[in-house]
């Protein structure tokens, strides 16, 4: 089964300087990689995805994330972060069951706290 | 926009007790999904549905059963719940003839067993 790991349950950083949220991959095959985001309260919002083509992915609110496949990496990241880029990030990997149907399966989220 | 709707945002139920949640999507969207959150866990899978009748166990089926009798309606049933079922429970959908994968996520069921 495909699986994504999320090192860091925790990220801090202040306002203004770039983040960066880091997630591992373990798949067969080519990866399909997602990046969601969790306000409080909220449900899940879709961030952005790699399938193929170029390694760095460009998303909503300016987030980015890089494909590194030598790493077997698919860390976020955002230039200059804010305070309202505080929640919940789960990263995401697509794994294609028994049945032959596609699934996500998502790693245990990191929550990046920025300070103002 | 897509729109992912749950029939409630918070439930209190008692142990033993039958327990719908409900999940509706707008989009048409073939696959829909269920999952429970918590901390430290992630989002883990329960069931999933990929077409009107049509379901599969996800990674912890333990004590759900689901049911999906129309495209844009997908019901997770507790039938008999128990403390370790509270969590968030979160219903999505996403488009299989698209073929992207993308998930689109309800705001989520906070459901309490006591």
């Known amino acids: 089964a495909q699986s994504v790991a999320q090192p860091e349950d925790q990220v801090n950083v202040a306002e203004g300087n770039p983040l960066t949220v880091k997630c591992t991959y373990s798949?067969?095959?080519?990866?399909?990689l997602f990046w969601y985001v969790q306000y409080p309260n909220r449900g899940l919002q879709f961030l952005l995805k790699?399938?193929?083509?170029?390694?760095l992915v460009k998303g909503s609110y300016g987030f980015e994330a890089e494909f590194n496949k030598s790493q077997t990496s698919f860390h976020l990241k955002k230039p200059s972060a804010l305070v309202s880029d505080s929640a919940l990030y789960f990263c995401?990997?697509?794994?294609?069951?028994?049945?032959?149907?596609?699934?996500?399966?998502f790693g245990k989220g990191t929550m990046l706290l920025v300070s103002p | 926009d897509v729109k992912v709707t749950q029939s409630s945002r918070y439930l209190v139920k008692r142990t033993g007790e039958k327990v719908f949640l409900e999940c509706v999507q707008d989009?048409?969207?073939?696959?829909m999904f269920w999952y429970r959150q918590d901390p430290g866990l992630g989002l883990r899978l329960i069931y999933f549905?990929?077409?009107?009748?049509?379901?599969e166990k996800g990674d912890i089926p333990e004590g759900y059963s689901v049911s999906r009798e129309k495209k844009e309606r997908f019901s997770l049933i507790l039938e008999s719940a128990s403390t370790n079922q509270t969590s968030m429970y979160l219903c999505?959908?996403?488009?299989?003839?698209?073929?992207?994968?993308?998930?689109?996520f309800g705001p989520g069921t906070r459901l309490t067993v006591t």
């Open positions: 989009m048409d969207h073939e696959n």
């Open positions: 549905s990929y077409d009107v009748k049509m379901k």
């Open positions: 995401a990997v697509r794994d294609i069951r028994n049945s032959g149907y596609s699934t996500l399966t």
């Open positions: 999505a959908s996403s488009s299989r003839t698209s073929g992207l994968d993308e998930q689109y």
């Open positions: 790699y399938i193929t083509g170029d390694n």
């Open positions: 798949v067969s095959g080519n990866p399909y």
